[in-house]
């Protein structure tokens, strides 16, 4: 068991902690006075610190400059606060962990539902749809990126950025989605939930995750289109090959290109049709509940969290009951 979680750090001028941390980011920037120090997020199961080792040696340079997002490294030092926040100020820097030394768990976020799992429950969605042009597609993404999909994450940072989230945001997704059908029946099923299946598909191919969950960084195709862009042509390639319905194949289209609502976000048209209307509420909402859980995970009751940036930086209140 790790001696340090970050959830436990607590500023102390006096105590010498040592630990191993999985590497979020780390970046080596000029000081004052022709100084080099390097600034990384470093991270466990349990949360996220903000660490710097102040003025780099030569030496120290060149080993530094060969860290990379997803190593596992020993470090030593001492907390502080900065801005109202922990910050482990770092005396050294031992080198990376073996792969045999540790606990996948202590260091790797990952969703709270086995894969397989919820690889199966969506499963057995799409095969109940009665439209087969729709069960066609959704299976053929499915089966097809099987492998990647078990252990995918949903983002690089914020919500569902852990290993397999990208299931367990589609699950609860479906789930809720089920639900609306039932209150607004005016919806069609089999769409809405196909929607839900392979809105977020393409960040298969957007995110450069490793077999932990973890994105050190956006692919190129990632970076220059977004999963947005990408998702209306992998469908559209899909739909071609399949031999899907004209108007099917565009409606799930319009629907990845729109579930971001917004231009800001990413997408260039609002929602023209009440499933993609849905779409987008079920994926801002889950998108929500997540951050919230999160945040508040190891808040004592009667407590507020640190700002959430994306929840408007607001500081949430963990209730008592």
């Known amino acids: 068991m790790k001696p340090y979680y970050i959830k436990d750090l607590r500023p102390d001028e006096g105590h010498r902690l040592e630990d191993r941390y999985l590497v979020r980011n780390a970046d080596i920037r000029d000081g004052n006075n022709g100084k080099h120090h390097l600034y990384m997020t470093l991270a466990d199961a349990t949360g996220e610190v903000q660490a710097v080792k102040w003025t780099l040696t030569p030496d120290e340079m060149s080993t530094y400059s060969r860290i990379r997002t997803g190593m596992i490294i020993s470090v030593s030092g001492r907390c502080k606060e900065y801005q109202g926040k922990p910050q482990l100020i770092l005396d050294d820097i031992k080198g990376r962990a073996r792969d045999d030394s540790y606990d996948r768990s202590d260091f790797f976020k990952a969703a709270p539902e086995s894969p397989e799992g919820m690889y199966e429950y969506i499963l057995s969605k799409i095969n109940a749809f009665e439209d087969e ?36 945001h589609v699950k609860r997704m479906m789930m809720m989605g089920e639900r609306a059908c039932e209150v607004y029946t005016n919806l069609n099923r089999d769409l809405l939930l196909a929607g839900v299946a392979l809105h977020d598909i393409e960040k298969l191919n957007e995110l450069d995750s490793d ?61 023209l049709f009440p499933e993609a209307e849905m779409l987008h509420y079920l994926d801002m909402t889950d998108a929500k509940m997540f951050d919230m859980e999160d945040a508040l995970k190891f808040v004592e009751p009667g407590g507020f969290s640190e700002k959430v940036f994306t929840l408007d930086n607001r500081k949430l209140y963990k209730k008592t009951f």
Not at 138 to 160: G, Q, V
Not at 243 to 255: A, R, T
């Open 211 to 271: 077999e932990n969950g973890v994105v050190p960084e956006y692919t190129l195709e990632g970076k220059m289109l977004g999963h947005l862009v990408m998702g209306v042509h992998s469908i559209g390639d899909r739909c071609e090959e399949l031999g899907i319905d004209k108007e099917k194949c565009l409606l799930m289209q319009h629907m990845a290109l729109s579930h971001h609502y917004e231009p800001e976000y990413g997408s260039p048209k609002k929602p």
């Open 133 to 168: 042009d729709l069960k066609k597609l959704c299976l053929s993404f499915y089966t097809d990126e099987k492998d990647r999909i078990m252990y995918w994450p949903a983002a690089m940072s914020n919500h569902h950025a852990e290993y397999a989230g990208l299931l367990y």
